[in-house]
T-cell receptor, first 113, second 114 residues
């Protein structure tokens, strides 16, 4: 069972560079989410999607973009990396909007220097 | 808006000690409440949940009771093991926060010593 798969696990970026964090789930879940986890701050929602072709902003969307062309994939794009985007990023999915269980990937640790 | 407050860590206990991690919430309506656990190097995984007042969620020896009168969902375990060392997150999901959005607490790190 693959579940939710995120790549890469680690990445170092220079200020101003761009990159995409990949997220794939094989559970046929409609709902997918991107969170960032900062020390002592818990998880903050960046973007979410309720199905292919539908995305919306969460609490902290600035500096990020997403797309959802298929049920399985939900990539997160950083266009102009800034030190404030240094964080651990988690992708998650769920079958129903609530109170269903969230299934998380293992996380992607991003450092912007 | 909705929020979750949980006790700051780290919490350090000896093996077989009793564990309590406090969690309180603020929400309009009646949210569902969750505890997630994050083991080192891994993503979060659901530990237990409760969907209405007075429900008790339980799993792997952990328990938490949904207390509407005190807006709390404290996590307890009678006898912790070294393998319980992890970060524990309290979370809510409910009508006022959007049924497809979750609010997480800041996490409490637990360290259990042999």
């Amino acid at each position: 069972n693959a579940g939710v798969t995120q790549t890469p696990k680690f990445r170092i970026l220079k200020i101003g560079q761009s990159m995409t964090l990949q997220c794939t789930q094989d559970m046929n879940h409609n709902y997918m989410y991107w969170y960032r986890q900062d020390p002592g701050m818990g998880l903050k929602l960046i973007y979410y999607s309720v199905g292919a072709g539908i995305t919306d902003k969460g609490e902290v969307p600035n500096g990020y973009n997403v797309s959802r062309s298929t049920t399985e994939d939900f990539p997160l794009r950083l266009e102009l990396a800034a030190p404030s985007q240094t964080s651990v990023y988690f992708c998650a999915s769920s079958y129903s909007p609530g109170p269903g269980e969230l299934f998380f990937g293992e996380g992607s640790r991003l450092t912007v220097l | 808006g909705d929020s979750v407050t949980q006790m700051e860590g780290p919490v350090t206990l000896s093996e077989e000690a009793f564990l309590t991690i406090n969690c309180t919430y603020t929400a309009t309506g009646y949210p569902s409440l969750f505890w997630y656990v994050q083991y080192p190097g891994e993503g979060l995984q659901l530990l237990l949940k409760a969907t209405k007042a007075d429900d008790k969620g339980s799993n792997k020896g952990f328990e938490a009771t949904y207390r509407k009168e005190t807006t709390s969902f404290h996590l307890e375990k009678g006898s912790v093991q070294v393998s319980d060392s992890a970060v524990y997150f309290c979370a809510l999901s409910g009508p006022s926060s959007g049924t497809y959005k979750y609010i997480f607490g800041t996490g409490t790190r637990l360290k259990v010593l042999a």
